[in-house]
């Protein structure tokens, strides 16, 4: 049987991977759902550090700062804004990201007649064709991590890999 860290660990991808299902519906993402996809991924992250502290305090106590301090930068700013997001999410008035919206291609296509910018031309006099790429509307949820603004689903990606990389690291 797995042990609490490693199901936490396996909680936190689920909601990631729910995030980017979210995030990839086209036209009918839901920023509410969104957010309370967050809301979880949030709290079953932090949940797998304070299971590995639980399962072993000594050896979680003997890793954890060099673990971290070896990490990037970017990555460390990663980790304290994800325990920062937490806190605002469980204690105050919700984790923080911007609402943008984007679109996805889902076709090019070729439309005999049109100009380049996809307005209609007449159809006499004019034999170019002009490529016209259909896109839907999607949502695509930012975060501001040490004052750079970064897409939040490969953040949040990044945020389990480097989970289980030091999960695996206190399994060794």
């Given at each position: 049987?797995?042990?609490?860290?490693?199901?936490?660990?396996?909680?936190?991808?689920?909601?990631?991977?729910?995030?980017?299902?979210?995030?990839?519906?086209?036209?009918?993402?839901?920023?509410?759902?969104?957010?309370?996809?967050?809301?979880?991924f949030l709290s079953a992250g932090r949940s797998v550090t304070f299971a590995v502290q639980n399962e072993?305090?000594?050896?979680?106590?003997?890793?954890?700062?060099?673990?971290?301090?070896?990490?990037?930068?970017?990555?460390?700013?990663?980790?304290?804004?994800?325990?920062?997001?937490?806190?605002?999410?469980?204690?105050?008035?919700?984790?923080?990201?911007?609402?943008?919206?984007?679109?996805?291609?889902?076709?090019?296509?070729?439309?005999?007649?049109?100009?380049?910018?996809g307005a209609a031309r007449p159809p006499f006099g004019y034999v170019d064709d002009y490529p016209v790429?259909?896109?839907?509307?999607?949502?695509?949820?930012?975060?501001?991590?040490?004052?750079?603004?970064?897409?939040?689903?490969?953040?949040?990606?990044?945020?389990?890999?480097?989970?289980?990389?030091?999960?695996?690291?206190?399994?060794?």
């Amino acid at each position: 049987m797995a042990t609490l860290s490693r199901r936490k660990l396996g909680e936190t991808r689920y909601f990631w991977g729910l995030m980017e299902l979210e995030r990839q519906k086209a036209l009918q993402a839901n920023w509410d759902h969104f957010a309370y996809l967050l809301s979880a991924f949030l709290s079953a992250g932090r949940s797998v550090t304070f299971a590995v502290q639980n399962e072993d305090p000594d050896r979680y106590a003997a890793l954890w700062t060099p673990w971290l301090a070896a990490q990037s930068a970017e990555d460390q700013a990663l980790f304290k804004f994800m325990n920062r997001q937490r806190r605002e999410e469980v204690h105050v008035a919700g984790a923080a990201f911007s609402r943008e919206t984007g679109t996805i291609p889902v076709a090019d296509v070729f439309i005999a007649g049109a100009t380049a910018s996809g307005a209609a031309r007449p159809p006499f006099g004019y034999v170019d064709d002009y490529p016209v790429t259909i896109e839907i509307g999607t949502i695509k949820p930012q975060f501001e991590i040490a004052g750079r603004t970064v897409d939040a689903v490969p953040a949040c990606r990044r945020y389990v890999d480097l989970l289980a990389e030091f999960l695996d690291r206190f399994e060794r």
